[in-house]
C-alpha cells in the first residue's frame, strides 16, 4: 500500500512525528484519505511498523532462550542500535511514541528476562535495568545526529563503551590483576 510505503520512508527519516499531510502528498493521495485509512498518527505508525514489530517479537522470543544470556543481551542491544542508524522511527515510536504500548509492553518483558538472565549468570551489574537500555538508546539516537554522516561508526563506538560500563566488575586478586581460574 503506497501510504504505508510513504509512511515507512518518511518516518524512518524524520521519526514518528512526521506531518501526515507530508505522508499524504508522498503517497499521493489526499489528507482525507490518509485521515479516512488511519484516523489517528498512532493507528497509522502501528500499522506502519506492524510487520517489524512482528519480526521483532520473534526475534525477541528466540533470544531470550539463548545459552549465553550476556551475549543475548549484547547482540540484541547492538542489533537495536544498528537499527537505529537507518531507521530513526522504530526505535523512536518503540520507546516513547503513542499508540504502541502493547509492543513496547512487549519489548520491556523481553529486555527485562534478558537483564535477570544476564544479572544471573554474573555478567551485568546488579542495578542494570529496562531504564538504563532505553537511556542507552536515546543517547545512540543523539549520538546519530550528531555524527551524521559517519553515524554508523559512531553509534558503534558509543554503544561498546555503554556496553562495557553494564559489565559486572571482575573479581581482582590483592595485587589488582583478575584473578584466574
Given at each position: 500500500m503506497r501510504i504505508i510505503a510513504a509512511a515507512r520512508d518518511l518516518i524512518a527519516e524524520a521519526?514518528?512525528?512526521?506531518?501526515?499531510?507530508r505522508v499524504a502528498r508522498r503517497a499521493g493521495v489526499g489528507?482525507?484519505?490518509?485521515?479516512?485509512?488511519?484516523?489517528?498518527?498512532?493507528?497509522?505508525?502501528?500499522?506502519?511498523?506492524?510487520?517489524?514489530?512482528a519480526e521483532c517479537a520473534a526475534s525477541w522470543r528466540q533470544v531470550v532462550r539463548d545459552s549465553d544470556p550476556a551475549r543475548a543481551l549484547r547482540?540484541?542491544?547492538?542489533?537495536?542500535?544498528?537499527?537505529?542508524?537507518?531507521?530513526?522511527?522504530?526505535?523512536?515510536?518503540?520507546?516513547?511514541?503513542?499508540?504502541?504500548?502493547?509492543e513496547r509492553m512487549e519489548y520491556d518483558r523481553a529486555l527485562t528476562v534478558l537483564l535477570d538472565q544476564a544479572k544471573a549468570a554474573g555478567s551485568l551489574r546488579p542495578g542494570i535495568g529496562v531504564g538504563d537500555l532505553r537511556l542507552l538508546l536515546a543517547g545512540n539516537a543523539g549520538?546519530?545526529?550528531?555524527?551524521?554522516?559517519?553515524?554508523a561508526t559512531a553509534s558503534r563506538r558509543f554503544v561498546e563503551h555503554m556496553l562495557r560500563s553494564f559489565e559486572a566488575p571482575r573479581e581482582t586478586s590483592r595485587q589488582g590483576t583478575p584473578t584466574q581460574c
Open positions: 521519526g514518528p512525528g512526521v506531518p501526515m499531510a489528507v482525507a484519505t490518509l485521515y479516512r485509512r488511519f484516523p489517528t498518527r498512532d493507528d497509522l505508525v502501528a500499522e506502519t511498523y506492524a510487520d517489524q514489530h547482540d540484541t542491544i547492538l542489533r537495536l542500535c544498528a537499527t537505529q542508524v537507518v531507521d530513526r522511527g522504530y526505535t523512536a515510536a518503540i520507546l516513547g511514541g503513542r499508540g504502541l504500548e502493547d549520538v546519530i545526529a550528531a555524527a551524521w554522516p559517519a553515524a
